[in-house]
């Protein structure tokens, strides 16, 4: 008997959470704005994107996509990403992927002021995950942690496998399975025995993009398989890294792709941008408040 | 037949390369400096920046110890590394521990200028590195890989297991062995079977500080066992937490405590002023070089 380990109910909780929030600041004369940066006439992250857009508006946040050409150099991408963290009606930032060739990504993600940076991309942001300060986790790594914690599956004391060592899934995700008390392994294209490896574990994380990568040798019975890739086929179809088929009956829990991680990721990219709006208001009332507290300077 | 993976010789070449490039940068009038700051009366500390401060001397680098109070607040131990950031006399900037009761570290990490940070204490550090941008990694952990790749251990392709997940050595050195293609385990208090564990790894990192944790039981034949942990005795002696008779003619590599990881560690945190040191300088004439080539202000 294998769980579908589903991320919608999550999400919808996740959402009406928002909702609420976001009326508040409404309220306050503060809408709270999520900027998605792209520069690709990629049709399925056009899908993407479109899809945010529509779950920020339904929720009550303002997103602004800022479409620059496919062929925008690094300096003009750069040049957005600095006005919009500069810009105090903007409140979270998205640098959406595939980039043009040749762009470089490292000086784009420091570009990113890390309180809008709601879906954890600068370094800055994972330095102070790493170190247990406040700071935005990239989201489909909080995704991921925040569906098994959904699910009650216990992680302090377990082991876990996280496949790929991606800085947006499979680093983040391996550090938060351990600061959760797992004992995590990392594992990756120059692992010698995967199978072997991953069968060890209680709950096994997939995160690489390959479709069917893991199958049932992969899994010791009864374990927890979260399965974060999603490669899109020609048909308009979502694929994931685990062959599902072969695991259902076998595994004790696994994600849907789709339906899965993909859905709590993009209510966490909402959640993050309402609380830094939220954060933003608090400063500007505190600043407010020390101006007001503080003497007429001579 | 066990290999003694001795880290002196290594100290030793690094020393050497400290001490030429410290000369050049004399010569253009630079005295390459680190700050050290301590907030303690604990003897074996004091001990430690006498040690760093003699090496330091000897290779050419003015060492400058900040000592405060042992009951210094963190507002005054915050000054002190605020002014040092700033101080264009200063390359290097080490904050030893331990410091007072109710020290806020976190708040005190973030003063320290990632240029300046030669022991990789500032989380922007630790993000830096995680992301593959130029940054100071924590001087034990970078001593770690150094130590095995000077020994010419493979990494890539073998399995690791890290013991220990701490901010300064478990999980930089986690990172940074993945980083390396190994598959890496990380193995805390909270892991279920920690021999069963690490007896499946080819190299065994163990950062715990508890003497003679790690015993035959852990390590499989012919493994490789890098010895991080130093607690000290009242009587002045040195303990590892590997314990080191158990292992002789069992492990295929160890290295000694004391004379392993500890001199690489030192010998690293002054490599790094130095290079801190370059880096300014080349900055400096950068900087020159444009103010000379800019049209005279209006």
């Known amino acids: ?76 991408i750069h040049a957005a990403l600095v006005e919009l963290s500069n810009n105090p009606g903007v409140h979270g930032i998205i640098l959406q992927t595939p980039l043009p060739d040749g762009t470089d990504l490292s000086v784009l993600r420091d570009a990113i002021a890390p309180e809008k940076d709601v879906d954890g991309a600068n370094p800055v942001s994972l330095g102070r995950l790493m170190a247990g300060q406040p700071a935005f986790a990239p989201a489909t790594a909080q ?41 995590v392994t990392v594992c990756h294209r120059h692992t010698p025995d ?21 199958s049932q040798e992969h899994i010791a019975q009864g374990s927890t ?18 062959d599902a088929d072969a695991l259902i009956g076998h595994a004790g829990g696994l994600t849907p792709v789709p339906g899965g991680v993909g859905p709590v990721t993009t209510a966490l990219l909402l959640a993050n941008t309402v ?11 505190f600043l407010t408040a020390k101006l007001i507290d503080s003497p007429v300077p001579a």
Chains 1, 2 share one sequence.
Do not use: F
């Open 225 to 242: 398989v979260i399965d974060v890739g999603t490669t899109a086929t020609d048909d308009g179809r979502l694929l994931g890294d685990v």
């Open 1 to 76: 008997m294998t769980t579908s380990l589903g991320g919608s109910e999550m999400a919808r909780t996740i959402r009406a959470d928002v909702t609420a929030r976001a009326a508040v600041l409404t309220q306050r004369g503060i809408t709270p704005t999520l900027a998605v940066v792209t520069a690709t006439d990629d049709e399925s992250t056009a899908w993407y994107v479109r899809s945010i857009a529509g779950s920020a508006s339904r929720t009550g946040i303002h997103c602004d996509t800022v479409a620059l050409s496919p062929d925008a150099p690094t300096d003009t």
């Open 194 to 214: 995967l199978a072997g490896t991953t069968r060890h574990a209680d709950i096994v994380v997939v995160a690489v993009g390959v479709p069917g990568l893991i």
């Open 143 to 183: 995704a991921v942690i925040d569906l098994v914690e959904y699910h009650d599956i216990e992680l302090k004391g377990r082991t876990a496998a996280v496949v790929g060592r991606s800085l947006v899934v499979g680093t983040p995700v391996a550090h938060m399975l351990v600061q959760r008390n797992a004992t």
């Open 275 to 285: 609380t830094a709006a939220e954060r933003a208001n608090i400063q500007d009332q």
